[in-house]
């Protein structure tokens, strides 16, 4: 399957956020599917929704209400049929403890970047972890 045939579902509750990434994607890699969900709670109603297409990636903010990125990031690993989808971090937090966590998991842990070219180069690089 192409990437153009694949899906990155990304959970992040700044909807500017969201847009640079996907307007980024569809530069990247014209095609790529992004589904979007605001915060930890509405990704997991996607993931576990029957009819929804199964992401190739996930790609999650930490800083988010209802259910942070690490509390969500539990819940997927918790789950059999999840588990299996790579994850990304992509924050703008600099919490050691998250950056430790996520680190002890193999999880990369990206920055949000604030140059368009460095979004770029890290739209690029998520495109090679969507298996």
Same mark, same amino acid.
């Given at each position: 399957?192409?990437?153009?045939?694949?899906? @990155?579902?990304?959970? =992040?509750?700044?909807? =500017?956020? %969201?847009?640079?990434?996907?307007?980024?994607?569809?530069? @990247?890699?014209? !095609?790529?599917?992004?589904?979007?969900?605001?915060? !930890?709670?509405?990704?997991?109603?996607?993931?576990?929704?029957?009819?929804?297409?199964?992401? /190739?990636?996930?790609?999650?903010?930490?800083?988010?209400?209802?259910? $942070? !990125? %690490?509390?969500?990031?539990? %819940?997927?690993?918790? $789950?059999?049929?999840?588990?299996? @989808?790579?994850?990304?971090i992509l924050t703008s937090g600099?919490?050691?403890?998250?950056?430790?966590?996520?680190?002890?998991?193999? @999880?990369?842990?990206? $920055?949000k970047p604030v140059r368009l070219? =460095?979004?770029? $180069?890290?739209?690029? =690089?998520?495109?090679?972890? /969507? %298996?």
């Amino acid at each position: 399957m192409n990437l153009s045939e694949k899906t @990155i579902l990304y959970v =992040d509750d700044d909807a =500017d956020d %969201r847009e640079l990434l996907w307007e980024v994607m569809q530069k @990247i890699t014209p !095609g790529l599917k992004v589904m979007f969900a605001e915060n !930890g709670l509405k990704a997991l109603e996607l993931l576990d929704a029957s009819n929804q297409v199964r992401p /190739c990636l996930i790609v999650l903010d930490l800083n988010m209400p209802y259910l $942070n !990125g %690490r509390e969500t990031f539990e %819940r997927i690993q918790a $789950n059999l049929h999840l588990k299996s @989808i790579p994850v990304v971090i992509l924050t703008s937090g600099e919490n050691p403890v998250d950056k430790s966590f996520f680190a002890n998991q193999s @999880i990369p842990y990206y $920055n949000k970047p604030v140059r368009l070219v =460095d979004m770029e $180069n890290l739209a690029s =690089d998520l495109t090679t972890l /969507c %298996r």
